[in-house]
């Protein structure tokens, strides 16, 4: 893919730098030439400096031929300018930006436009780290969202309870691990009760 990486700050140079090693042809813009510098010897892109919303220092940096435009600066005023002309200029459809603020996803995607927001993402990390045992949670990413999938001892309280009296608005019961290491999933209908010992398996939507 030819991809377009706008800020070269730590994630756009390290965003860079995976998928050139990917194999992808990427381009770089950064206001500010002495970002440019964070690219490592082996980058094997190109890299403008220059103002990423200047239509002809977009040009220059190949965005015409491109099949995907990131904006990773740590301005998000500029980063959905960016990914607006973008797509409504340059008729790229796959636009991704990084924000700050998790208030403004809504707004990118009022716009039709897609959003990771760190703030969200590094919040439920910490959330899952802090109240689930390190070696039982697992994050799955899926295009731009992620699953989180934990492990957490049954509480006596649901004892010989039907798995499907376990489901929440937040969370989604996959199924249950029993103390011999077998794995039971959940299935509709369900007719797995928990048991003393039994590890269950939840989901949810981690950003």
């Known amino acids: 893919m030819n991809i377009l990486i706008v800020g070269c700050g730590r994630l756009g140079s390290r965003l860079a730098e995976v998928l050139d090693r990917q194999g992808h042809d990427i381009a770089v813009v950064d206001r500010h030439e002495e970002n ?26 190949g965005i015409e031929s491109c099949d995907a435009v990131a904006a990773t600066t740590p301005d998000d005023n500029l980063n959905i300018t960016v990914c607006q002309i973008a797509k409504k200029i340059f008729g790229i459809n796959n636009v991704v930006a990084r924000i700050a603020d998790p208030a403004r996803e809504e707004i990118f995607s009022a716009l039709g436009l897609r959003s990771i927001c760190h703030t969200n993402l590094a919040c439920d990390a910490l959330v899952t780290a802090l109240t689930t045992p390190v070696e039982n949670n697992h994050l799955v990413s899926f295009g731009t969202h992620t699953l989180s999938i934990s492990a957490r001892a049954a509480e006596r309280r649901v004892f010989g309870t039907n798995l499907n009296m376990l489901h929440t608005e937040a969370e989604k019961v996959l199924g249950v691990m029993r103390q011999d290491g077998s794995l039971l999933l959940y299935s509709d209908p369900c007719h797995i009760v928990v048991q003393e010992g039994d590890y269950i398996l939840y989901t949810r939507i981690a950003d």
């Open 36 to 61: 440019l510098e964070r690219l490592e010897d082996s980058f094997g892109g190109i890299s403008f400096a220059g103002n990423p919303i200047d239509l002809q220092v977009l040009r220059n940096a």
